[in-house]
Every structure is written in C-alpha cells, then in structure tokens.
C-alpha cells in the first residue's frame, strides 16, 4: 500500500525567503510523485511531477522538488518565497503509474511581508 | 489547462434528504473520472473512480449505495449523496483524466462544500 507524511500542517517564512516543504512517501513498487497546489474556492492544481529519469524535477512558479530514493522523500523547494505563494500544498504518490493517487494531509504556507 | 467545474460549490441540506453533485469538463472528453472527499486537516481520500458508460469502482469502505455516481457522457460525473446525515459532511472533489493521459493528467475541480443539518 502506498502513503505519503507531509511534515508540518503549516508553514511560515518571509518574502524571499527558502521555502521547504516537506513530503516522505511509501510505496511497494517505484512510484509516481506529485505536488499539487490549493488555491482558495479553487481546484488543485499540479505543480509539478516525478514519474523517471532526472530526479530534480522543476515544475511551474519556480518551485522544484528531489525523488531520493534513499530517504523515500520529495521535498518540495522554492529558493525565494513569494505573497502570491500564499496557498495549500499537496503531496501525492502514485504507484507505478496507476489511476489511484494517494494525498498527504497537506501543508498551509503562509508568506509574511 | 483543462477546466473542471464542478456544481454546486456549497449546499446545506436537512438529515435525510439527497443531494447531487454535479461535475463537468469543460474542454475534453474524460472516460474516468474520480471522486474525493475531504475532511477538515485531512487528506483528499479517494471514494470510487467511474468510467464512462459503466459501474463505478469503490474504494474499500465506501457505501455504493449512500454515494451513487454516474458517468452518463464523456463530459459529465454526477455523485448523490442518499438520506445525507451530519456524518456526511465534508468537502467533495471530482477530478477527471484525458483519456489518452497517465496520472498526470488528471485535472481537479473546486469542490463542493457539504453541511448536512
């Protein structure tokens, strides 16, 4: 069976700085991995995606995240924080490329000026 | 993007009545289409995935019978919720995948916010 933790339901940093969300999966098989982000009164929307080959993956609004296999992880990262970041973010794992996406709790980041 | 819409956005209902979520999208034809629901600080969890022209496939734990879902066309899911009770209260997400597309291409709606009296 597949999960994901997604460390920390809310986070907070400053206008430019590092944002670093975190996200540990389970998966029997390789796996699928997806962050997604949640605008409010809005749909989720994918911000990027890990499926094979390179490991950094580099998604839209400057955000990219690392599949290391070794610490089952994919961080999501953003090297200066925006306002407009301001938003729910998902982790999800897929395994194996399957239909079934498997969410993580969700992490709120909130941008102070 | 692929738009998703999905109606109503909010809607109260009294214990015991029915209610139908509506789902559309809005510029492809989608043979599977899924259903989530949420619950305040937790994961989206996945409740059945359906696909066009035949039976949904429920998640385990799921009632079939309390969360009917039809996939009538290519273009439109329906999920009623049947003799709603307070438990049922959450928020609804419908999402819907190209047909020709793997898992990342699936494409969200906004929700539907349900409060049941």
């Known amino acids: 069976a597949q999960s994901v933790t997604q460390l920390g339901s809310h986070v907070s940093v400053s206008e430019g700085a590092l944002v670093l969300l975190r996200c540990n999966y389970s998966?029997?098989?390789?796996?699928?991995l997806f962050w997604y982000v949640q605008y409010p009164n809005q749909g989720l929307q994918l911000l990027l995606k890990?499926?094979?080959?390179?490991?950094l993956v580099k998604g839209i609004n400057g955000f990219e995240a690392e599949f290391k296999k070794s610490e089952t992880s994919f961080h999501l990262t953003k090297p200066s924080a925006h306002m407009s970041d301001a938003a729910e973010y998902f982790c999800?794992?897929?395994?194996?490329?399957?239909?079934?996406?498997?969410f993580g709790t969700g992490t709120q980041l909130k941008v102070e000026l | 993007g692929a738009v998703v819409s999905q109606h109503p956005s909010r809607v109260i209902c009294k214990s015991g009545t029915s209610v139908k979520i509506e789902c559309r999208s809005l510029d492809f034809q989608a043979t599977t289409m899924f259903w989530y629901r949420q619950f305040p600080k937790q994961s989206l969890m996945l409740m059945a995935t359906?696909?066009?022209?035949?039976?949904?496939?429920?998640e385990q734990g799921v009632e079939k019978d309390k969360f009917l879902i039809n996939h009538a066309s290519l273009t439109l899911s329906t999920l009623t919720v049947t003799s709603a009770h307070p438990e049922d209260s959450s928020f609804y997400i419908c999402?819907?995948?190209?047909?020709?597309?793997?898992?990342?291409?699936?494409?969200f709606g906004p929700g539907t916010r349900l409060t049941v009296l």
């Open positions: 890990y499926t094979t080959g390179a490991t």
């Open positions: 998966s029997s098989v390789p796996p699928y």
């Open positions: 999402s819907e995948r190209k047909t020709s597309g793997g898992p990342d291409t699936q494409y």
């Open positions: 359906s696909n066009e022209g035949s039976k949904a496939t429920y």
């Open positions: 999800a794992v897929s395994e194996g490329g399957g239909n079934k996406l498997t």
